[in-house]
C-alpha cells in the first residue's frame, strides 16, 4: 500500500467516522494532497484484492443481470488495460467514451485511468456535429462506442482508433477482444497528481460547451466531499439515475461509491416507469438513492408506498428540488431528500449533509474542504449576505477542476480576485445556511424587484396540474418585465384558457403580488442532452413574442 493510499483512506476514514457530525467533519477535514496517485492502481486495485463482494450490478429492462465483483472489475480492467496498450494507447492521450450504462464503461474507465489515458466522456445521444467538436477540440486519438452508434463517426473525420463495443464492426477493433489479453497491469510510469484525468464538454445552456479539466486528484479525491453529501459508507448499495457522458455520471456511478466501497446499482430502462423502478430497488437492496429533479417528480406521480424497503438516504443535484416534491416523499418514504449543490467545474461545493438540521429552500452548509464565500455582483467583496457563491483560492479545494482547457483567458475569469466564481446567485442566513437563487443570467428584475425564477417554479410545483415549469422574463412596457412561466402539464391537465385560469389564481394566493406569475404557455421545455433546461432559447421565444401565452389580467 502506497503513502498516497494511506492518506487517502485517512481522509476517507475520518469523513466516515464523523457522517453525522458536520461541524466535526467541515472543522476538522484536511484534503489529502499526494504528488503521486492514481486511483484505480492506488485505490481501487488495493480495496480490490481477494474481494468478491459485488462492485457493479446492472439490471436490465429485460430483466438479465451483470454482477461483477471488486475483484472481477480489477482483474477486467488490468487486461482492457493491456489490450488498449497494444492497440496504441499511451499516457495523456485523449480517448472519447460513448457508452450506455454497461459494464464496459466501468472496466474502460479503470483501464484508461491506469494507463495515464485521459477520457472524454461522451453520452450517446450525441450526433456528428456535437462528436466533430468534440474530436477536434478535445484532439481526440481514440474512440470507444457503441456498436449501434459507429455509423455517426462516418461523417466525423480524424485519424482516430477506432473501438466498437458489442458486435463487431468492419474497420473498428472488437473490444470483446480485451478480455483474452494477458491480466496483470504494470504502469508505463508514476501518475503525478495534477495529470489530466478527464475533459468534460459542459452541457452548453447559454453557449458553446466549455471543456473543463480534471486531474487525477480533483475528481477522484475531490468525490470524497460527495461521498460525504450522499452518506455513503461500506457495504451500501448506491442507486444513481444519471446519463453516461455527463459529470453527475463520474461524482455518483463512480467515485464516490467506490470510495465508500459501495455498490453502484443501475437499472436500465428506456422509458421511465416508477413502478418497476421501485421493485428493483427493492430486490436490489438499495440503501443510498440519487436522482435529478425531473426523476423526482416523476416519481411522486406514481404510488410511493410501493417501495418496500425505503432507501436510507435519498438525495438530489442537477437543479434545486421544490419544497412540495420533498414533502411528498417525506411523507411517503419517511425519509427527507437532501439537496447538494455543485458543478462539472467542481466536486459538492455545498449540501444538506446526514445529521444536520434540515431548513425548507436551503441547499445546506459548505462540504467539508470548501471555504464558500457570496461577492458582492457589484463590488466582488466578499461577505455579502447574497452574491456569487464562489470558493476561497487561499485553500484551494482539491475537488475543484485544472480550469477550462486550451482557454487561459476563460480560466483567469473564473479565478479572478483569489476567488473560484460558480456563476450561480445564493443567499446565506445567520446560521450560515446557504439557499439557491438562480443562474446570475437567470435572476431578472420587474419593476425594480429582483425576481428568482426558481422561487417562482417552486410555487407553480405546489399545483397538482403542473408537472415542469420554468420561469423567464417577459418585455413589459410598465415594469419593464414581467414574469412568464413556461408550463408542462401533469397526466390528466389539459391547456387551454381553464388550466391558465387554475394557475393565475394559484399563483396569486401563494406569491407575493411583485411576484405572481403574469404570464404564462403551455408545452414542452427545451433542454440540453444532459436534461438541463435552455432558458436561453425561452428568453429568445418569449421576446420573439408568441399567440399562444395566456395573460393574467385576461382573466381578472
Not at 2 to 28: N, P, Q, S, V, Y
Not at 130 to 137: A, E, K
Request: negative net charge.
Amino acid at each position: 500500500m502506497t503513502t498516497a493510499t494511506d492518506a487517502f483512506r485517512r481522509a476517507r476514514d475520518f469523513l466516515l467516522e464523523h457522517r453525522e457530525d458536520w461541524a466535526a467533519a467541515h472543522d476538522g477535514f484536511t484534503w489529502p494532497r499526494p504528488e503521486r496517485f492514481n486511483w484505480a492502481l492506488d485505490w481501487f486495485d488495493v480495496i480490490a484484492a481477494g474481494n468478491d463482494r459485488t462492485a457493479l450490478h446492472i439490471v436490465e429492462e429485460d430483466g438479465t443481470e451483470t454482477r461483477l465483483s471488486f475483484a472481477e472489475l480489477s482483474d477486467r480492467s488490468d487486461r482492457v488495460a493491456n489490450w488498449l496498450r497494444e492497440r496504441g494507447v499511451r499516457a495523456e492521450d485523449r480517448v472519447l467514451v460513448m457508452l450506455g450504462n454497461q459494464a464496459e464503461l466501468w472496466e474502460t474507465a479503470l483501464a484508461a485511468m491506469k494507463l495515464r489515458a485521459v477520457v472524454i466522456p461522451a453520452t450517446p445521444l450525441l450526433g456528428p456535429a456535437d462528436l466533430r467538436d468534440r474530436v477536434d477540440r478535445g484532439r481526440v486519438a481514440h474512440v470507444l462506442a457503441r456498436d449501434s452508434d459507429t455509423a455517426k463517426f462516418d461523417e466525423v473525420p480524424g485519424d482516430y482508433t477506432r473501438v466498437a463495443v458489442g458486435a463487431r464492426v468492419e474497420g473498428w477493433h472488437a473490444y470483446e477482444d480485451a478480455h483474452d489479453a494477458p491480466g496483470g497491469f504494470t504502469p508505463d510510469g508514476p501518475t503525478l497528481a495534477d495529470d489530466p484525468l478527464m475533459l468534460y464538454f459542459t452541457s452548453g445552456t447559454t453557449a458553446r460547451p466549455k471543456l473543463v479539466e480534471h486531474t487525477h486528484t480533483s475528481y477522484p479525491i475531490g468525490h470524497l466531499a460527495t461521498m460525504y453529501w450522499i452518506g455513503l459508507k461500506p457495504g451500501d448499495v448506491h442507486l444513481n439515475i444519471s446519463s453516461p457522458g455527463w459529470a453527475k455520471h463520474a461524482w455518483s456511478n463512480l467515485f464516490a461509491p467506490w470510495n465508500a466501497e459501495a455498490t453502484v446499482f443501475i437499472h436500465n430502462y428506456t422509458r421511465f416507469d416508477a413502478a418497476r423502478l421501485m421493485s428493483e430497488m427493492d430486490r436490489a437492496g438499495v440503501t443510498t438513492f440519487c436522482a435529478p429533479p425531473t426523476v423526482w417528480r416523476m416519481l411522486i406521480q406514481a404510488d410511493l408506498t410501493q417501495l418496500r424497503s425505503r432507501p436510507r438516504e435519498a438525495v438530489a443535484a442537477g437543479e434545486p428540488l421544490n419544497p412540495e416534491v420533498i414533502e411528498q416523499v417525506r411523507r411517503a418514504w419517511g425519509v427527507t431528500i437532501r439537496d447538494g449543490f455543485g458543478q462539472t467545474e467542481t466536486a459538492v461545493q455545498v449540501a444538506n449533509s446526514p445529521g444536520q438540521v434540515l431548513k425548507t429552500g436551503s441547499m445546506g452548509r459548505p462540504s467539508p474542504g470548501y471555504r464558500v464565500e457570496l461577492l458582492d455582483p457589484v463590488t466582488g467583496a466578499p461577505g455579502v449576505s447574497e452574491g456569487e457563491i464562489a470558493l476561497d483560492l487561499s485553500e484551494r479545494p482539491v475537488g475543484l477542476m485544472a480550469g477550462y482547457h486550451g482557454d487561459p483567458e476563460r480560466t483567469a475569469e473564473a479565478m479572478a480576485g483569489g476567488y473560484y466564481r460558480t456563476g450561480d446567485i445564493g443567499s446565506r442566513d445567520e446560521d450560515g445556511y446557504l439557499t439557491y437563487v438562480g443562474r446570475a443570467d437567470d435572476v431578472f428584475k420587474a419593476s425594480d424587484y429582483k425576481i428568482s425564477p426558481f422561487e417562482l417554479e417552486s410555487a407553480l410545483l405546489e399545483h397538482e396540474a403542473v408537472a415542469e415549469a420554468a420561469v423567464v422574463p417577459a418585455p413589459d412596457e410598465l415594469r419593464l418585465a414581467v414574469p412568464k412561466a413556461y408550463v408542462v402539464l401533469a397526466e390528466g391537465w389539459e391547456p387551454g384558457p381553464d388550466t391558465a385560469k387554475v394557475l393565475f389564481e394559484h399563483s396569486r394566493e401563494v406569491l407575493a403580488p411583485y411576484k405572481r406569475v403574469r404570464r404564462l404557455e403551455f408545452g414542452d421545455l427545451p433542454k440540453t442532452v444532459s436534461g438541463k433546461i435552455r432558458r436561453i432559447e425561452l428568453r429568445e421565444a418569449t421576446a420573439a413574442g408568441s399567440a399562444n401565452e395566456y395573460r393574467e389580467e385576461d382573466f381578472r
